[in-house]
């Protein structure tokens, strides 16, 4: 009986801690421009393409990373993918 009345106390706790978090923020396109040097990118790539999509491109080190954000409402990110940039200074001669 001891054993179940730590229990709920500790689930009860537990609740009460989570409810207190703060909820987790979304990255806007609005954010995501002031904040992020980018390109603008004429289509997504296929894996991020969809309907009511942009998308925008980033280089960090020897990765390209595409962002994609919906059309709808305050243009939330919706979808993430990073590339082997390697390969791109033979795609781009």
Do not use: I, W
């Amino acid at each position: 009986m001891k054993r179940l009345a730590l229990t709920v106390l500790a689930c009860a706790l537990a609740q009460t801690a989570f409810a207190d978090a703060p909820a987790p923020l979304t990255l806007d396109y609005e954010t995501f421009e002031a904040a992020v040097p980018h390109v603008d990118l004429e289509a997504c790539p296929e894996a991020l393409a969809g309907e009511d999509r942009f998308c925008r491109a980033t280089l960090a080190g020897e990765q390209l990373h595409v962002f994609a954000f919906s059309l709808a409402s305050n243009s939330p990110l919706v979808a993430f993918q990073s590339y082997d940039a390697t390969a791109l200074p033979g795609l781009l001669n």
